[in-house]
C-alpha cells in the first residue's frame, strides 16, 4: 500500500514542446519540465501570458506528444504518445470555455453517461439505466443548482455556469487519476466563478483526486491547494507548498516572480484583478 | 369527382412509397451531415451503386433479391467506410473524400453493372416476392415494402443510437473535443457513421432501382440535393431535438418533398427539369434567414467558405 502512494500520480521527464518549429513563428511553449504530483495532491499553476500553463495541461491531456526524449507517466503508465482519447481514462478536464465540456444537443443524463464510460469499453448496451440514473441523481445532488431534477434537459439549455458546474461532474464522475482544470471558472461572472470555484473544492476533496489548476486569479491560487507552481517561459520557476504559500500575499507572489524570471511580470487578467 | 379523388389518392400513395423508401435515404444524408457535422457526398456514388450491387446480383448472379439487398447495403457499408477511413486515416477533409469516393464509384458502378445500365423486368425483385405473399396491388405492395425496411430501420437506429456507442457518435458531431476528453475514439465514431449512412442509402438505391425495374450509372446524379430538400422540409416541420423526431422528421421531410415533386410532374412539368426546380427550393430555404436579418437591419457576417 506504501509502495502505491509513494508512486507519483503525475512523472514529467524531461517535456518540451515547441510549436511550428524551423519556422519564423517558433514558440518554445515547454521547455524542459520535470515535475512530480503525489497522490492527493491539489496543484494551482500560475503564469504570465503565454508561459506554457495551458500547453503543460493540455500535454499531460495528450492533445499533441512532447518532443522525442519527454516521457509522462501517469499512475507509472507511460502515457507518453497515446492518443488523446486514450489519455481521457487517466485524465478528467474542464475547459475555460463552458461549451467544450459538454454537449449541447445531448440531454443532462447523456452527458453523464458519455462520461461515465470514461475509460471503459463503450458497448452496444442502452446508455441510461435505471441504476445509472439514480447514480447520476446522486452525483448532481450536491451542486446544489436542481440539475438532478433536469436529467432529460438538452445541454443547450443550461446557463454557461450550470455547464461548468456539469463538466466537472462530468469530468470527476468515473474517477480519473487525474483532474486537469484549465481555467475552468475564468469565463464565468465573478459570483458564479465563486460557486464552481467553491464546487471544485468540494468535490476534489471527497472524491480525494489529484488535481492541476491553471488560474489567472491569484487568490484562488494561494487559498485553495497544497501547492502552488508558477510557470514562465515554458519552465518552472517556483514551487511551493503549502506551508510556504500559505504566508504568502499576492504582492509577495509578483515580487516572487520578477526575482525569478528577471522579468516584470505580464498578466493583464491578474493585474486588473491585484488593481 | 370519383377521376380526381383517383388522383389524389394515386399522388399520396406514390409520395407514401416514395417518401418512405428516399426516407431512408435522407437519414443517412442526416447522419453525416447533421449528426456527425461530416458533409459526406459519397451517396451520388453509393445510392447508383446499391441499385446496382442488388440488380447485377438479381439478374447475373441471380440471387434471392432479398439476399440481392442485403448485398447492397453491405456494399454501401464499405462505401462508407473507405470514405470515412480517407478522412480520419488519411486526413483528407471530409468534403474531398466524399468528392474522391463519388467520382471513383461511378466506375466502379459501370464495372459492376458490366455497362451502364441493367434492367430488370425480367426478375423478380423484393417487391415480386412479397407481392405472392401478401397479394396486394402495385402501389400497395411498394408501401408495405418500403414501409418494412423503414420500420426496421427505423427501430435499428432508434436503439442503436440511444447505446453507449450510439450517444458517443451522437456527441461526435456536436463536440469532439469533449467526446475526446471523455474518452470515445472521434476517428471510430465517423468510420461507424459514415458505414451506417451509406448503408442506409445503397438500401434506397436497391429498392428503387427493384421498384422502377432498372438501374442506371447516372440515377444518383444530384440525389445530394434531394436528400437535402428532404431534410430541409423535415427539419422546418419537425424540428427535431431527440432521436426519434429526427427520424421522423426524415421520413416525412421526404414524402413533402416527393409529393411536391408528383404534383409537379402532374401539373406538366418536364422531369428534366426538376433538379432545377428542386435547388432553387433548397436555395430559397437557405436564403430564408439571411433575408430575415436583413429586413430586420441585423449584422450579417461573412460568407462561410467550408
Redesign the interface.
Known sequence: MSNVNSQPVLKLDGVRKTFSPGTVDEVVAIDGVNQEVKAGDFVTIIGSNGAGKSTLLNLI?GMFPPEKGGKIHINGQDVTNL????H??YTG?V?QDP????????TIE??L???F???KR???????NRNRRSLFKEALKPLGLGLEDRLTC?VGTLSGGQRQALSLV?ATISQPALLLLDEHIAALDPTTAKTVMKLTSEIVNREKITTLMVTHDMDIALEVGNRLIMMHKGKVILDLNRKAKSALTISDLISAFEKASGDKFADDKVLLKAD | MGDKLDILLNILSVSCYEGLAYGLLTIGFFLTFRVLDFPDLTMEGSFPMGGATAAALIVYAEWNPFLATLGAVIIGVLAGLITGFINTKLKVTALLSGILMMVGLYSVNLRIMSGSNIPLLRHDTVFDLAGQVLGLGKMGLAIAVAGAFALLAFLLLTWFLHTEIGLALRASGDNEQMVRGVGADTDKNILIGCAIANGMIALTGSLVAQYQGFTDVSMGIGIIVTALASAIIGTALFRPNRVITMLLACFGGSFIYRMIITVALRLGMSPGDLRLITSVMVLIALTIPLIQKLTRGEWVPPAPRL
Open positions: 491531456a492518443k488523446e482519447y486514450k481521457a481514462a478536464r475547459w461549451s467544450v465540456g459538454t454537449a449541447k444537443i445531448l447523456e452527458n453517461s458519455l462520461a464510460s470514461r475509460g463503450r458497448k452496444l448496451i442502452h446508455a441510461i438538452p462530468m
